[in-house]
């Protein structure tokens, strides 16, 4: 399934922001009650890179080409299953799905870009892919039944954006003051608000809010993409539910309004989900573009 945000890109935005103008952190924490992490987080830039192995040339820098940064990766995974399979579903995630996206985005950057739509069938398979290898990693020991993972994934690859969701860790947007949920949660509660059958207030006291209908390894697997335009003035979240499980939207917009950095923003609801109880592990990234002079 994909979906879309509007994609017309503004000249003004159209210059993509230099390494040194990347803001960008993440980080993970057990939490105050369980004793392992099961989540993972990962931020990659994918970089256009020439190696030089021989050469009679005196100097062989002059081979090489720039290490241009083709597209920008960040991923969150929250495993589920219990114990060390929890653990171990969302590192084997991400270390698959990597590998499946890096092949997708450099063949996108020698296609016609001006056409994605093999590009995000691409993305939807490289998740599909990761939950066939997760189910039959799994399938042949008892000890690793029920192991599955969530994933929220976000490309860039500049001006476009490209999120990849299954399962319930989150993407938000902060541009222009405003605070968007950008992924959709694929719980069981969501589906039936969705349906009309719940109302919001009452699944934030349901179990079925914890309840996945769709991950990468478990019973079903349903990614979606979503496309959206990369802007300068923008902030960029990922997280797990053990933040917005103990930490509101309300309280997340203010915190990256008044961000420092990235890092300053990632501790500071790193601890705001501290002190609301820290019931499960805590994984943010927060990315943004800061124009620098010179």
């Known amino acids: 399934m994909t979906s879309s945000t509007a994609t017309v890109i ?3 935005t159209a210059r993509k922001p230099r390494d040194e103008e990347v803001d960008v952190y993440g980080l993970t924490h057990p939490g105050l009650v369980r004793k392992e992490n099961q989540d993972h987080f990962a931020i990659c830039a994918l970089q256009k890179l020439l190696v030089v192995v021989n050469t009679s040339l005196p100097d062989p820098g002059v081979l090489k080409e720039s290490s241009e940064r083709l597209a920008f990766l960040a991923m969150v995974a929250d495993g589920v299953g219990g114990g060390l399979k929890g653990e171990e579903a969302s590192r084997l995630a991400l270390e698959r799905v990597t590998r499946y996206v890096t092949d997708a985005v450099r063949a996108f950057r020698t296609s016609d870009v001006s056409d994605d739509s093999a590009f995000l069938e691409r993305l939807q398979e490289a998740a599909l ?5 997760l189910r039959r990693h799994s399938e042949d020991d008892p000890d690793r039944v029920g192991m599955a993972t969530t994933l929220t994934l976000w490309i860039g690859i500049w001006p476009r954006g490209y999120l990849l969701q299954v399962g319930d860790s989150r993407c938000y947007l902060l541009r222009r ?3 968007t949920q950008v992924s959709r949660d694929q719980t069981m509660a969501q589906d ?3 349906a009309g059958v719940l109302t919001r207030a009452d699944a934030q006291n349901s179990r079925l809010s914890h309840l996945l209908s769709s991950s990468i390894g478990g019973k079903q697997s349903a990614p979606v993409v979503t496309r ?3 802007e300068w003035d923008s902030v960029g979240m990922l997280c797990s539910d053990g933040l917005t499980g103990h930490v509101s939207d ?10 420092t950095s990235a890092k300053q923003a990632c501790e500071a609801l790193l ?4 002190d609301g109880g820290g019931h499960d592990n805590i994984t943010i990234i927060i990315g943004r573009p800061v124009r620098r002079t010179g």
């Open 129 to 133: 892919h990761s939950h066939e290898d």
């Open 177 to 179: 003051g405003i605070l």
């Open 192 to 194: 039936l608000i969705d």
């Open 271 to 274: 601890q705001d989900a501290l």
């Open 228 to 230: 959206m335009l990369s």
């Open 10 to 12: 503004n000249p003004a």
């Open 250 to 259: 309300e309280r997340i917009r203010e915190r990256l309004l008044s961000m």
